[in-house]
């Protein structure tokens, strides 16, 4: 058990490394498709924490989650994508600051 | 004869069902309605005479005949006659009135080319209904709700010529001040029921009985419930309250506004109000319950006073008018002052008697006005008349007799009732309450200026030269108009002699009728004048006292007193008023006349107290509900809608923001678990 | 299954003439409305029901089914009518037939709409009146709202909006605050009560069962519970200070919303009043006596006045709806049998006469397109039958004798003066009914103004005769009032039966 030398602390320091990175992506840039792969960063922070706890109590149901994830991370870049296509129709531009009608 | 009774109903339901035929036929009958109403009231006249005959002979009825509300309530409310001396002469003196007033609308309304006739039909119909259930109900609350029919009847009628603005404004005013007094008789009503749980009027059961056995130390009676007064106290408050739907009806002081205005009204209608039906309604509910206020000494005071001052108020006003109706408003104001002053002062009889010669010489006065403002083409100043009596035979001698009645001349009807009212003021005055004495005296003095103003009114209007082009060639009148003055006028003469007390007190001959009349009927009703004076001498202390030699010394300068001061009113007014062109005498009076002419500025309170007063309350209320209620209504919407638009304002549109919001928020969230945890 | 019957056909008519076209809609609704009449008649013919339906009493017409379960506690079915709800039936379905009749001048477009809707209200109308289960009773209670949203909001006057939106708004708080305060009544009778059904809760109630809900013990949480459901009531009702919604909606509404608003909407109120506040919580009401007779005064007197200052006949007609409403209310707390029974007899007199008068208004409003008091003058003259009946329904307003408005006034008088509940009850009573000049006042002076002297109509329509479909809901509803001011016998035996029990614990009047 090479893996179990690894304390629990450093999956669920790297993940909130990661998530973190996602939150700063997010909240600093404007393009799209940035926001995109930050959320895919976020997306994946949480997977490893999914992962880790599920070896660490020996339990297959993080895993699952984890491939339930995936999948959904996938439907999410097609949707995102689709929505981005749109809004660089309408707006000339992915900025997403730019799209603020929707608010009222 | 008892049977008769079993048709009493019918003299009210007679006009009632006139009503109806001049409202939904009127316009196809011949006489629009006319004809409908005096053979009803004819037929109630007739009624009306056998059931006086039939109490005369000595049967009285008192039944109760529909159950208005019954069942499982704390007091049944019902509807019902009493045929009594009392209601039975009324119910003739109303349902006469009421016939020839008929008659003479022919005359007046439809030979004039009036329009609306089955309307005017229809109310006169309606009113003398209403006046006959009011008559011969036999409790309080069958009597206030017939008493507010003939305040409508009364709204409609003086109201009739509506495409005027005057008419319909005084009959408003009419209504409200009534209405008014009408409030405090339905709190008495209320009052009267849920203290005794009964309003009726006779018999042992009747309230004034059972406030009898209350009041009276003797007899243990069931507790009432006097809402924590004493008895005699609350008995006062009930007696004063029913007393101001009295005094609005019957026009006393300070409700006395509204009947100047009513004339307004056409001419018969004035007749009727003022000689039978709405004013008459007020004293005669005080007879009708006079077995409960004669147990109240206090109101008794004060109905004395209100009536003494309230015929000599009147008089003053009735010296200065120019136009013949208003001269005999005031006169009637005056004359139910008196009724009121003899009913006040124990003279239950002499009140009834006085009530009765009014209503004959008053009707005959205002029918007698009206043929000669249709001779004068309904022109109403006297001083555009004068020499009328040369054009005018019937009306004039008619008029004269109802003149000489109203002013108290021997041996005319109005000396005979009037004196009386006064004899029994004074003796009762003298006879232990020398507070009544103040209340005789106003009356007395009132005699002089009644004598005063109706000659004046004889001389302006009939005598003289003709001082307009009209009152040179009066417009003629046919019989429908001189057949009611005939037989008024001949009434008005003679009626006096139904009770000449003073004959019978010189003489010692039963001559009076009246008094034995309405002393009469069965002991068990409680509604004879001798238990009425008993009464008022065992609770409101009245006795007999008389001034030197007695009682016949007493009679005599009372009834020399009134008869000469009549005499000097009707000289004096005979000395300045005769004569071929006479003057304008009362200018002379200067600041008096134009205070008298204004009516000492009654009316101009009042209108300040409804326009002044209540429109502007309202008037502010209006802006304070708007203002300040529906603006904290609109507020609570105006500040949801604001606050709504504030915080909509964190809704950027821009995800970033959401982000950091979402992030910041949960950065919260764990410093709260962190701090509420214990963590650190 | 009479109650189902008629809500039944008056829903299937309400959906028949809504989808029928405009020009038939008007014969059609009437049609339509006529067998609920008729079936509402017989029931009061054939009405065998006695005391109280939420006292023990025998109730008439009842359905029972179980509907729903909500955790331990049973939602059902329960239909029933008793001396009090049987005539504000029949009240409605007069008002609705007549309304409907009314309506064929004012209502020029989307007719079956229009009539699709008033036959949708009479049916929620009846459900209120006749459900006897809270819930069930609730779902009518808000349904009335949507119909009259509608009928305000889109064929109303020039601020029609602005009025629908406070009158649904206004009630509909109002009936949230209701709504818990009986929940709370509910929760507090804990497990002395299975169902939400109000003979249930109010006997257990009247038994003394309430416990704590809570830190609150069980009389706090009855008067807390009394205040909230009067303070939804009362916005119904309306009393003052939360009457400020009734101008706006009656001076919008179109004429034959405002006859139901005012004839039936108005004595949902006063009604749920008297079944829920005065009927389950007498106790509380005997404490809360004083400031519930000051508003009623408060609401004769102020209602009144406001009359006097307005110059809108509708509006007139409006705030003195308010003014007797107080009365309604004044009867109420007496606990008397002819204090709580004149207050139901108002209701329904108040029914009629208000109806009357809104018809009125409305005819008026038709020919001459305007309701200013100061546009005309002397319309006695071109519209004498109308006068004519507006004086009739100005005076029973006034309280004339041997109209309904009197018999029901002096009930609520007598009912009041002598009552043992209300301390000073005379002194109340006194004030209270210095009410009856002020509306002789308002009415009197508007009708002088309006109806009497020279001719004058600043608007200049043609004004042609009196049409049958407006005349014959007018004469109908002066017979009725007249009808019962005569014999008021008519329903007051049934109310009297059914009130002897609300007023028996107290021992008011008997």
């Known amino acids: 058990m090479v893996l179990g030398a690894v304390p629990a602390e450093y999956y669920l320091v790297l993940s909130a490394a990661v998530f973190c990175v996602g939150i700063f992506g997010i909240l600093t840039r404007e393009n799209a498709l940035i926001f995109l792969m930050s959320v895919e960063l976020m997306l994946n922070a949480a997977n490893i924490n999914l992962i880790a706890f599920a070896f660490y109590w020996g339990n297959l149901t993080g895993q699952v989650f984890g491939l339930f994830v995936m999948a959904l991370a996938a439907a999410e870049v097609a949707i995102g994508i689709g929505i981005i296509l749109v809004l660089y129709r309408n707006f000339d531009s992915v900025d997403v600051t730019e799209a603020t009608t929707l608010k009222w | 004869m008892a049977g008769v009774f079993a048709y009493a109903p019918a003299i009210a339901a007679l006009p009632f069902v006139s009503f109806v035929v001049a409202l939904l036929a009127g316009k196809y009958m011949p006489k629009k309605g006319a004809l409908a109403g005096i053979i009803a009231t004819a037929g109630s006249l007739g009624l009306s005479i056998a059931v006086l005959v039939t109490v005369f002979l000595g049967e009285t009825y008192n039944e109760t005949l529909y159950t208005f509300v019954g069942g499982d309530v704390p007091f049944e409310l019902t509807f019902g006659l009493l045929l009594d001396p009392l209601s039975a002469a009324m119910l003739v003196i109303v349902s006469l009135i009421a016939f020839l007033v008929h008659v003479f609308s022919l005359g007046y309304m439809n030979d004039e080319g009036e329009t609306g006739l089955p309307r005017y039909y229809a109310s006169l119909g309606l009113f003398t209904a209403s006046m006959l259930a009011f008559v011969f109900s036999d409790n309080l609350l069958m009597a206030f709700m017939f008493f507010e029919l003939v305040g409508l009847c009364s709204y409609l009628l003086i109201g009739f010529w509506f495409r005027r603005a005057g008419p319909p404004s005084a009959a408003k005013k009419a209504f409200l001040v009534t209405r008014f007094g009408d409030y405090f008789f339905l709190v008495g009503v209320v009052g009267v029921l849920t203290t005794f749980g009964t309003a009726q009027f006779a018999g042992e059961n009747g309230f004034p009985a059972l406030a009898e056995t209350v009041l009276n130390p003797e007899t243990t009676a069931d507790a009432v419930n006097t809402f924590g007064f004493e008895p005699a106290t609350w008995f006062a408050i009930l007696g004063l309250l029913v007393l101001g739907g009295v005094m609005g009806k019957s026009a006393q002081f300070p409700f006395h506004t509204w009947l100047p205005d009513a004339m307004e009204g056409p001419t018969p209608v004035s007749a009727l109000i003022h000689a039978a039906t709405m004013v008459a309604a007020g004293v005669f509910l005080v007879a009708r319950m006079y077995g409960f206020y004669a147990l109240l000494p206090t109101v008794l005071a004060v109905i004395a006073f209100v009536g003494g001052f309230t015929a000599l108020f009147a008089a003053t006003m009735g010296v200065v008018k120019n136009e013949i109706k208003q001269v005999l408003a005031y006169s009637t104001i005056s004359q139910y002052g008196y009724i009121m002053l003899a009913l006040g002062t124990g003279g239950y009889v002499a009140a009834f008697f006085h009530l009765t010669t009014h209503a004959v010489f008053k009707a005959l006065l205002f029918l007698g006005a009206g043929s000669v403002i249709i001779a004068m083409h309904h022109n109403e100043n006297m001083w555009d008349m004068g020499g009328l009596k040369d054009h005018m035979r019937v009306t004039y001698l008619a008029f004269l007799s109802g003149s000489l009645a109203l002013a108290g001349i021997f041996p005319f009807s109005g000396f005979w009732s009037k004196d009386e009212v006064l004899y029994e003021a004074l003796v009762h005055g003298l006879g232990g309450s020398p507070l009544l004495l103040g209340a005789y005296a106003m009356g007395l003095a009132a005699v002089f200026l009644t004598g005063f103003y109706t000659i004046r009114m004889v001389l302006l209007t009939f005598h003289g030269e003709a001082r307009s082009d009209t009152a040179e060639d009066p417009h003629g009148v046919r019989w429908n108009v001189k057949f009611p003055l005939a037989v008024l006028g001949i009434l008005a003469a003679v009626i006096g002699f139904l009770n000449p007390l003073p004959i019978k007190k010189l003489t010692g001959l039963e001559v009076d009728f009246l008094h034995q009349f309405l002393d009469s009927g069965p002991e068990a009703l409680l509604t004879s004048s001798h238990h009425y004076s008993g009464l008022t001498h065992d609770y409101a202390g009245y006795s007999v006292g008389t001034i030197g030699g007695g009682e016949i010394v007493t009679l005599l300068a009372g009834a020399g007193a009134s008869l000469g001061l009549a005499l000097l009113g009707a000289g004096l007014a005979f000395a300045l008023y005769r004569g071929a062109e006479p003057t304008r005498h009362t200018e002379k009076l200067g600041g008096l006349q134009t205070l008298l002419m204004h009516n000492y500025y009654q009316d101009e309170y009042q209108v300040w107290l409804a326009e002044g007063l209540t429109l502007r309350l309202s008037g502010a209320a209006d802006t304070f509900d708007q203002g300040v209620i529906d603006g904290v209504v609109n507020g609570v919407s105006s500040v949801s809608l604001f606050s709504g638009d504030r915080l909509r304002r964190l809704q950027t549109g821009i995800v970033t923001n959401y982000a950091a919001l979402i992030v910041l928020s949960l950065l919260v969230l764990l410093g709260v678990f962190a701090a509420l945890g214990g963590w650190f | ?510």
């Open chain 3, 1 to 510: 299954m009479l109650i189902e019957a008629l809500i039944a056909l008056c829903l299937l008519g309400a959906a028949v003439v809504f989808v029928a076209p405009n020009r038939f809609a008007h014969k059609l609704a009437v049609g339509f409305s006529l067998p609920p009449l008729a079936i509402s008649l017989y029931m009061y013919l054939a009405f065998d029901g006695s005391g109280n339906a939420l006292l023990g009493g025998d109730i008439a017409y009842e359905t029972f089914a179980q509907w729903l379960q909500l955790g331990s506690y049973t939602v059902n079915y329960h239909m029933g009518l008793d001396g009090i709800s049987l005539p504000l039936v029949v009240l409605s379905t007069i008002l609705t037939t007549l309304a409907i009749l009314s309506a064929w001048t004012p209502i020029d477009e989307r007719q079956s709409q229009f009539y699709g809707l008033m036959l949708f209200l009479e049916a929620s109308l009846i459900g209120v009146f006749g459900a006897l289960d809270f819930l069930l009773w609730f779902v009518f209670w808000e349904a009335v709202l949507i119909p009259m949203y509608f009928l305000i909001g889109v064929w109303g006057g020039p601020r029609r909006k602005y009025a629908a939106i406070k009158f649904f708004v206004y009630t509909n708080i109002a009936s949230l605050v209701m709504f818990i305060g009986y929940f709370a009544l509910v929760f507090g009778l804990g497990d002395s009560v299975s169902s939400t059904g109000l003979p249930e809760i109010a006997q257990a109630l009247r038994a003394g069962q309430l416990g704590s809900l809570g830190i609150i013990g069980p009389d706090m949480l009855a008067l807390a519970a009394f205040v909230a459901m009067f303070l939804g009531f009362a916005v119904k009702v309306p009393v003052v200070p939360f009457h400020t919604w009734l101008p706006d909606a009656h001076v919008e509404a179109p004429t034959p919303a405002s006859v139901m608003l005012a004839g039936v909407l108005l004595k949902m109120g006063t009604y749920a009043l008297l079944r829920f506040n005065f009927t389950m919580l007498p106790g509380q009401a005997e404490i809360l006596a004083i400031p519930i007779a000051v508003i009623a005064v408060i609401s004769i007197i102020y209602g009144a006045m406001l009359a006097l200052a307005q110059s809108d006949l509708k509006r007139i007609v409006a705030y003195s709806s308010v003014s007797s409403m107080g009365y309604v209310i004044l009867g109420l707390i007496a606990y008397t049998v002819y204090g709580v029974g004149g207050a139901t007899f108002q209701m329904v007199a108040h029914g009629l006469i208000s109806g009357l008068l809104f018809m009125t208004v409305g005819v008026i409003y038709n020919t001459t397109h305007t309701r200013m008091v100061g546009d005309m003058a002397g319309m006695a003259e071109k519209m004498p039958v109308t006068a004519g009946v507006f004086v009739a329904g100005a005076f029973a307003y006034m309280g004339l004798p041997l109209m309904a408005g009197f018999a029901a006034e002096l009930f609520i008088f007598l009912g009041a003066f002598e009552s043992t509940v209300l301390p000073y009850a005379p002194l109340f009573t006194a004030v209270a009914m210095f009410g009856i000049v002020i509306v002789a006042g308002y009415l009197l002076w508007a009708m002088q103004r309006s109806l009497f002297g020279p001719f004058r109509l600043e608007t200049d329509y043609e004004i042609g005769p009196a049409a049958l479909h407006d005349v014959v809901p007018l004469v109908t509803l002066v017979l009725l009032i007249i009808l019962l001011g005569s014999a008021p016998m008519v329903f007051f035996e049934s109310i009297q039966d059914a009130t002897l029990d609300i007023v028996a614990t107290l021992g008011g009047g008997i």
